[in-house]
């Protein structure tokens, strides 16, 4: 590699007719000419501009850009070398006729760019230029060009590009970037500003933990901002850190920074302020001659950033990705959700992580959009001129005119603009600027559609993990280690929610007595958990009353009476009869409240509160409406849920008489068939399930509605969904109404509750269960619960009751149907008889009556009956000897079961399928039927079901002579 000959001190001439050509390393290469990007190229393309690039006016040889390419170069190397050459030629050469900026050079090429035509250049100058600086004793001078080096940086050097040349270089000017960076805030702290720089070098210190330096001059920012304790902190977990990851302790220089901070050595306390660098605009320190006016400095308005930074990792570094300079156009980025979630800390943190990439300025506003008197944009834009240095007199009269001359002063200028709090899209719009060498950064509680954003992020909570370690930093970690469960439900109770989660954390550091316990304790009640969350200045409730009081009355009252109902949110047609409008009318209204920042919408047709927000909503209910009101939207929830659900059953379980029990027929039909039926199920049943559950907590709520609910819900169990909520629910309902004394309703519970307790094979409780029923069901005169309870006493009988007494309830219950003239019910206790005789050990009469019940089922198009029978069949034909033809039913019944997605029922016939599959001696497909088994078992948190599962399988691997691992798995 040879030196061109040049003069000590010039540089090479611009070959470019007056647009300057510029190279950007120090992050993806790219190449500009004036204001226009250069395509380069594919990424070894990039290399080779790379290599040339970093030994700019020096010639290198094919051979050195062969190695900079290639470990091992193809055998026609030199020939692509001289094609990407001759593809940059195209893009970086005026003339291509006679090439003046990448030039063939003897048996090389050297790339002829003007001294600080590349950004690694410059960078490298400025850090040598601030050194000198700084041994002079200029510490203003050396702080404005470290500012400006570390600000030429965007993201990781060299980034994409492969070599060994550049695997090397991008290491060395990494290690350099670090060491810039060091000197920079060393310098910030020997000017003085070292409140300023602590959230810098926070972020600084989580991305080296092992980096003692950073954690020395963290330790020295915080303790001469009055913060020790934070300091020795940050000492505690470099020593943690240290020890776990090295196995060593800190180094002497941090262990007697350490000491000097425990001891308040006054060699540590802060020198004197020194002024702020003064910028000329387009950035870099300005040199007036002695004498002359000082050039106006660049306006750093930003708040300080907390101390206290937690989280949100991945969210910061993508958003200070997006808001680097360079791009095509100018970055707008927007942060929006519901107050308290921390739109405006993260916006802060993110504008002093990427504010040095803005040297000319960077500017806040807080609109106050979520008030009553939100700022008025002509008034904001002339205080954004007075701060760029226009005279009060020279500012213009009209908002739109002064629009105007702020994209005027701004453009070409490298500012950020960070918009606080937005109301709207028409607040916001007259503040952009119009070049896209600025940024803007917005927040707002409403999603601000109208204004044109590169990115906008809508904000969520933090991690339960986050929160704790947010707590963790205000409340002091030996409590949290002390009390780590009370932690997490603390951070719970707050909802994960940054304010709350602050509120509550300084309230325990004032008051140093508390145990978190005790503060989880007082949070734990829903009614009193907005009132504890207030601290000073921090008031969660007080934040949401900002959003609030801007809706108008039609909005704040769907805001109230939405919150009223428990679950994973509610529907568009939950939300009509909450509000007792039409259903396109409710959807608007809570599309309107999604907007705002105040529902969060997963999908399509579902909205959700966050939990804070929620209580918040219910004591706006309590203090508006009455508890009368929300108690009468509660039940016409339920009551439109009960008519759904019996709707469900009539198409699920055509004939079958508990949906007329409970509810009359609705004016159409609910569901078109079952698929439209199970399809509203999958959505909805968590919420049906939620409020009923709601419901039996208020001793004033309206309790049968709530019984027959769970009567029809019996479903679930058919369907295999929500079996266990739907048993605790019935057992709740089932006390509630007794404790009422409503025994109509009891009954009704307890059949549900009966049949649960069976699907658990929880025989003793199912067998009390229905004889309660039986009692109950005959003194109400409620016919239609006495077969099935006397069905479930003749399959719980055994081994206690003699084969004829199982006989005589099934005789009984199988009469009593018939009486009824239903015969969906008929078909489903001769089924359900047919299990009782495979029980008593007899598999012809069991075979007979599934048949029955199957044809009668396939008549009603009852395609849940098939399923049971088509079981019951099986396992008949397995008693029966035929095992053939049990695993044909088996196999049409787990089709069946797929086609409704009832998952739960699955491992059951699966087993079925693997004991007949073993019977017809077929071990590998019994092994293979049980594993499936035992997987969604697993899946769908079956207990019984996989022990089931585990003994099938451990029987066909003794089958297929693998004894070890069979006799463990019947162990």
Not at 103 to 127: H, I, K, M, Q
Not at 686 to 711: K, M, W
Not at 920 to 938: K, M, S
Request: hydrophobic share 45%; with cysteine.
């Amino acid at each position: 590699m040879t030196e061109i000959g040049e003069p000590h001190g010039t540089s090479a001439p611009v070959p470019d007719g007056g647009e300057r050509l510029r190279l950007c390393l120090l992050g993806p290469v790219q190449a500009w000419r004036g204001e226009r990007e250069l395509e380069l190229g594919p990424p070894q393309q990039r290399a080779l501009l790379t290599a040339l690039a970093l030994r700019a006016r020096r010639i290198v040889s094919v051979d050195e850009l062969l190695d900079a390419l290639w470990e091992e170069p193809p055998a026609r190397a030199a020939a692509v070398v001289r094609t990407y050459v001759s593809r940059l030629r195209r893009v970086l050469e005026p003339d291509r006729v006679h090439p003046a900026v990448l030039v063939s050079s003897g048996s090389g090429y050297v790339l002829r760019l003007p001294a600080d035509c590349t950004d690694a250049e410059v960078f490298e100058n400025r850090v040598a230029a601030a050194g000198r600086a700084r041994a002079l004793g200029d510490t203003a001078g050396a702080l404005g060009l470290l500012r400006e080096a570390c600000g030429l940086w965007h993201g990781e050097p060299l980034a994409g590009l492969p070599g060994p040349f550049a695997q090397a270089h991008r290491a060395r000017l990494a290690e350099r970037r670090l060491n810039a960076v060091q000197a920079w805030l060393e310098t910030e702290l020997a000017a003085g500003r070292h409140a300023d720089v602590i959230g810098e070098l926070t972020v600084w210190v989580s991305q080296y933990p092992l980096l003692e330096p950073m954690r020395e001059l963290l330790m020295l920012a915080l303790y001469r901002s009055g913060r020790q304790a934070e300091a020795l902190g940050v000492y505690a977990d470099a020593r943690r850190t240290l020890l776990e990851q090295l196995g060593v302790d800190p180094g002497p220089r941090l262990r007697e920074l350490h000491l000097g901070v425990l001891s308040g050595d006054p060699k540590l306390a802060a020198p004197a302020a020194v002024p702020a660098p003064v910028f000329e605009p387009g950035g870099g320190p300005a040199s007036e001659p002695a004498g002359s006016p000082a050039a106006p400095s660049a306006p750093a308005q930003l708040p300080a950033d907390v101390s206290d930074w937690t989280g949100r990792d991945e969210l910061c570094a993508a958003l200070c990705a997006d808001l680097a300079p360079g791009g095509p156009t100018m970055p707008v980025v927007g942060i929006s959700g519901l107050g308290g979630v921390g739109k405006s800390t993260l916006a802060v943190h993110v504008a002093h992580a990427v504010g040095g990439q803005y040297p000319d300025g960077q500017l806040y506003v807080n609109l106050q959009g979520a008030g009553a008197f939100p700022a008025d944009p002509g008034e904001v834009l002339a205080g954004l001129l007075g701060a760029l240095g226009v005279a009060d007199a020279a500012i213009p009269q009209g908002t739109a005119e002064r629009a105007a001359m702020f994209r005027s002063r701004v453009a070409g200028l490298r500012v950020l603009l960070v918009l606080d709090d937005a109301r709207d899209t028409q607040q916001v719009g007259p503040l952009l600027p119009g070049s896209r060498s600025c940024a803007v950064l917005v927040t707002s509680r409403a999603w601000l559609s109208g204004v044109p954003m590169t990115r906008q992020v809508g904000l969520e909570p933090l991690t339960p993990e986050e929160s704790v370690r947010l707590l963790t930093a205000i409340a002091g970690e030996p409590r949290v280690t002390a009390e780590p469960a009370a932690a997490r439900r603390l951070a719970a109770a707050c909802g994960f929610l940054p304010l709350a989660v602050r509120t509550a954390a300084s309230r325990l550091a004032a008051r140093p007595a508390w145990q978190l316990s005790h503060m989880a304790d007082r949070l734990a009640s829903e009614r009193r958990r907005l009132a504890e969350l207030e601290a000073g200045e921090l008031a969660v409730a007080a934040s949401f009353r900002l959003s609030y009081d801007q809706l108008d009355a039609e909005t704040a009252r769907a805001f109230r009476l939405l919150s009223l109902a428990d679950g994973p949110g509610v529907s568009s047609a939950a939300a009509a009869v909450l509000l007792g409008l039409p259903e396109p009318e409710a959807e608007r209204l809570a599309e309107s409240l999604t907007d705002l920042g105040l529902l969060s919408c997963p999908y399509p047709g579902r909205y959700q509160y966050h939990d804070l927000l929620r209580l918040f909503a219910r004591e706006l209910v309590r203090e508006v409406d009455g508890d009368a009101a929300g108690r009468a939207a509660v039940e016409r929830l339920l009551r439109h849920y009960l008519v759904t659900v019996a709707g469900l059953y009539r198409v699920v379980r055509p004939g079958y008489p508990f949906p007329d029990l409970v509810a009359a027929e609705p004016a159409g039909p609910a569901f078109d068939g079952p698929a439209e039926g199970l399809s509203w199920a999958r959505q909805e049943i968590a919420a049906v399930l939620a409020v009923a559950e709601q419901a039996t907590r208020d001793p004033d709520g309206p309790l049968a509605v709530v019984a027959d609910l769970t009567l029809v819900l019996i479903q679930l169990i058919d369907l295999g969904m929500a079996v266990p909520e739907l048993c605790e629910l019935a057992g709740r309902v089932a006390e509630a109404t007794a404790a009422a004394g409503l025994p109509e309703s009891e009954a009704r519970a307890r059949y549900t509750l009966m049949w649960a307790q069976r699907e658990f094979q929880r025989t003793r409780q199912s067998r009390a269960e229905a004889l309660r029923v039986v009692t109950l069901a005959r003194r109400t005169d409620q016919a239609a619960l006495l077969p099935g309870a006397l069905v479930v006493l003749a399959l719980t009988g055994l081994p206690h009751c003699t084969d004829e007494e199982v006989a005589a309830w099934c005789d009984e219950a199988i009469a009593l149907s018939a009486e009824l003239g239903s015969p969906s019910a008929h078909a489903f206790v001769e089924g359900m008889a047919a299990l009782a005789d495979l029980a008593v050990g007899r598999p012809e009469s069991a075979r007979l009556r599934a048949e029955r019940s199957l044809v009668a089922f396939r008549e009603l198009g009852d395609f849940v009956g098939q399923v049971h029978m088509l079981f019951a069949r099986a396992t008949a034909l397995h008693g029966l000897g035929r095992p053939e033809a049990a695993c044909e039913d088996y196999r049409e019944c787990l089709g069946a079961l797929r086609a409704l997605g009832a998952w739960d029922r699955m491992p059951g016939v699966l087993v079925g399928l693997a004991e007949s599959c073993r019977a017809a001696g077929l071990p590998d497909r019994a092994l293979e039927a049980a594993e499936q088994a035992l997987a969604i078992a697993r899946k769908v948190g079956l207990e019984h079901r996989r022990a089931n599962a585990l003994d099938a399988i451990g029987r066909a691997l003794l089958d297929l002579g693998e004894h070890d691992r069979g006799r463990a798995c019947l162990a």
